[in-house]
């Protein structure tokens, strides 16, 4: 599922349309209510694709700001230090192989994932020759749930490009 963001009035190709998958959505639109609130609050909903959107100022507005922060470092600082955050978050329990390493059940058996040969580097890292598990690459522990969420720097400078030129937007 993704956000499918509609310019209402666009003044170029660029404004037409803006499309985010929800792993890049919501923490470009989480983004946008902690650093522009004021703004932000006058879209009703940036976490659904209910129609909710900005008038034409307000998207150019906001699009100023985003430029404004995307010219003095701060979202690239903002990504990083977002990253760091998550890389220090602890691994989570796999669901798949209930941490084994080794997914048993009735998908891992039919794609023969129990008795996989490893590849040499997984033999020395596991401890083991046979079995793997897709979800967690047979190590029994996944990223955590928070790093399915990606923010980046160009996602940002797409955005406040679509703002800048879209007229206004729904999110649909």
Request: proline content about 5%.
């Amino acid at each position: 599922m993704g956000m499918d963001v509609f310019g209402m009035h666009p003044r170029s190709t660029v404004g037409q349309y803006f499309r985010a998958s929800v792993w890049w959505w919501h923490p470009l639109a989480e983004f946008i209510e902690e650093r522009q609130p004021e703004i932000a609050a006058r879209c009703s909903d940036w976490h659904s694709n209910s129609g909710a959107g900005l008038d034409d100022e307000d998207s150019k507005t906001l699009a100023r700001l985003l430029r404004e922060d995307l010219d003095s470092g701060y979202v690239a600082n903002f990504a990083s230090h977002r990253e760091f955050l998550i890389s220090e978050m602890p691994p989570t329990p796999c669901n798949f192989c209930q941490t084994t390493g080794i997914r048993k059940d009735e998908v891992g058996v039919k794609h023969g994932y129990h008795d996989k040969q490893l590849e040499p580097e997984q033999v020395i890292r596991y401890g083991r020759e046979f079995g793997w598990c897709n979800g967690c690459d047979g190590s029994g522990y996944e990223k955590p749930f928070a790093a399915w969420y990606k923010f980046d720097v160009e996602t940002v400078a797409e955005f406040a490009a679509f703002l800048a030129d879209c007229g206004g937007f729904e999110i649909r």
